[in-house]
């Protein structure tokens, strides 16, 4: 049996179908002819560099995948890909590391497009006694460690509210990224029980004065309440420098900030 290559011209059209537009908006938008792109799709034209260049902008297609779409066009890839401990990526490693060595006493982690742990401050791995050793070997994937009944879940004390903001964004990031992994990850996710009673949110915090969805944990000697930022190279032009994320969390309040100062002195 053969495998059958996938052509650049079926691959633009599969992100303009994933995109939702027609062939129309497309060529309106990137003005080109509608024939000219149909002739493209189909692959009765090949799609010169620019023309892929121009395309993938306008799609938003991640950089792995226009570097794909190039060579299936025959063209070598345009977007650098490093390995992360590379000399070429010592700056970015370094911003990384300043992040999150600056945001102690509080959890700090950066991520790949998987969302498998690249790297952590020490606050976050002070939040892991306990855990199933399982999870915690070879490649730790954070969604996974988060609402795994063995990982921290069990110690999320709003884990119906925070699962449903976590399956909500691994949703828009699928339909960004149209990755399968990301997918089978989902659903992976979505098949972990929730246990019944399992609050949605604090009854003392109505939504209507949230500005976020909070992460409430079960600390040692009371709630932890935190807020998430997320934090990426806006301008990165290499692969593996583009698909990093550093996750913050912030203290929602001055109880939480002060039990995590204390955390971190006892553990010095």
Same mark, same amino acid.
């Given at each position: 049996m053969t495998e059958t290559q996938e052509t650049a011209g079926h691959m633009l059209r599969?992100?303009?179908?994933? $995109?939702? %537009?027609?062939?129309?908006? %497309?060529?309106?938008?990137?003005?080109?002819?509608? $024939?000219? %792109?149909? !002739?493209?799709e189909s692959g009765r034209s090949r799609p010169s560099r620019d023309m892929v260049m121009h395309l993938t902008e306008f799609l938003d297609v991640p950089l792995r995948e226009r570097n794909a779409i190039l060579t299936a066009a025959g063209f070598a890839p345009h977007y650098p890909q490093h390995e992360l401990k590379a000399p070429e990526l010592s700056a970015a490693n370094a911003v990384i590391e300043r992040i999150l060595q600056g945001h102690l006493p509080h959890p700090a982690l950066a991520v790949n497009r998987h969302w498998e742990l690249l790297a952590a401050n020490? =606050?976050? !791995? =002070?939040? %892991?006694?306990?855990?199933? #050793?399982?999870?915690?070997?070879?490649?730790v994937n954070v969604l996974r460690l988060s609402l795994h009944p063995e990982g921290l879940a069990p110690r999320i004390l709003n884990l119906a509210e925070w699962r449903t903001h976590i399956l909500a964004r691994l949703a828009h990031e699928i339909d960004r990224s149209a990755d399968p992994a990301l997918a089978a990850l989902r659903n992976e996710l979505e098949a972990f029980p929730v246990e019944n009673g399992t609050g949605t949110r604090s009854a003392a915090d109505p939504v209507d004065n949230r500005i976020a969805v909070p992460l409430r944990f079960k600390g040692p000697s009371g709630p932890l309440n935190f807020l998430s930022t997320t934090t990426v190279f806006g301008t990165a032009v290499d692969v593996t420098l583009s698909e990093i =994320?550093?996750?913050? !969390?912030? #203290?929602?309040?001055?109880e939480t900030a002060q039990t995590m100062t204390a955390l971190a002195a006892r553990k010095a």
């Open positions: 599969r992100w303009r179908r994933h $995109r939702r %537009l027609s062939q129309l908006d %497309l060529a309106t938008e990137t003005d080109i002819s509608q $024939r000219h %792109l149909s !002739f493209l020490k =606050a976050v !791995f =002070a939040m %892991l006694d306990g855990i199933a #050793p399982h999870l915690l070997e070879g490649t =994320a550093i996750e913050a !969390f912030f #203290p929602e309040d001055e």
